[in-house]
T-cell receptor, first 112, second 115 residues
Framework: TQLLEQSPQFLSIQEGENLTVYCNSSSVFSSLQWYRQEPGEGPVLLVTVVTGGEVKKLKRLTFQFGDARKDSSLHITAAQPGDTGLYLCAGARRTGANNLFFGTGTRLTVIP | NAGVTQTPKFQVLKTGQSMTLQCAQDMNHEYMSWYRQDPGMGLRLIHYSVGAGITDQGEVPNGYNVSRSTTEDFPLRLLSAAPSQTSVYFC??????????????FGEGSWLTVV
């Protein structure tokens, strides 16, 4: 069983559209990270959220950590072809722990 | 900047063969780990280390061994390869401690096929 479930698994949208990716769990996490992975490469960290209810913005990307620290969302405004990639959420169960539990991933394609 | 370096990039093994995936980092990180990535399952932790001489098991350790004789290197050994070990393997490293303000760096991956 997967500790973190992401939805949708696949998403294909037109350039300029908005989208939201969800990361859900029944478990509490001390912190949660979002990664982006390109084909043939390793995941690259986008953001870390540690406080329930926390919202972080990275240009057109908005990340939110749920109040209960069990879920998170990634919202992209006005998607661009350069946003195409695999988005992964990953949570740490204990404070001070670096071991991550990864979500199942959302493969985003932005069509020009 | 080298970061986290994995070798080999691609490998085909026959069932029952053994091999070692190499991982080296040049950032003096205490924490190193190995993950495997399979379709539809995200990345799963195999083994990790918080310093030279210290290793521990992750979610899916069966069939794999690790050792940490230096801060820089963290090899992953497959003792008797099985088709179920066909996967993409990622090595990662970071400063040990809270993830807040901390970045985990991943290598580019090693594609392993067991036939």
């Amino acid at each position: 069983t997967q500790l973190l479930e992401q939805s949708p698994q696949f998403l294909s949208i037109q350039e300029g559209e908005n989208l939201t990716v969800y990361c859900n769990s029944s478990s509490v996490f001390s912190s949660l990270q979002w990664y982006r992975q390109e084909p043939g490469e390793g995941p690259v960290l986008l953001v870390t959220v540690v406080t329930g209810g926390e919202v972080k913005k990275l240009k057109r990307l908005t990340f939110q950590f749920g109040d209960a620290r069990k879920d998170s969302s990634l919202h992209i405004t006005a998607a661009q072809p350069g946003d195409t990639g695999l988005y992964l959420c990953a949570g740490a169960r204990r404070t001070g722990a670096n071991n991550l539990f990864f979500g199942t991933g959302t493969r985003l394609t932005v069509i020009p | 900047n080298a970061g986290v370096t994995q070798t080999p990039k691609f490998q085909v093994l026959k069932t029952g063969q053994s091999m070692t995936l190499q991982c080296a980092q040049d950032m003096n990180h205490e924490y190193m780990s190995w993950y495997r990535q399979d379709p539809g399952m995200g990345l799963r932790l195999i083994h990790y280390s918080v310093g030279a001489g210290i290793t521990d098991q992750g979610e899916v350790p069966n069939g794999y061994n690790v050792s940490r004789s230096t801060t820089e290197d963290f090899p992953l050994r497959l003792l008797s390869a099985a088709p179920s070990q066909t996967s993409v393997y990622f090595c990662a490293s970071s400063v040990w401690g809270s993830l807040s303000g901390n970045t985990i760096y991943f290598g580019e991956g090693s594609w392993l096929t067991v036939v």
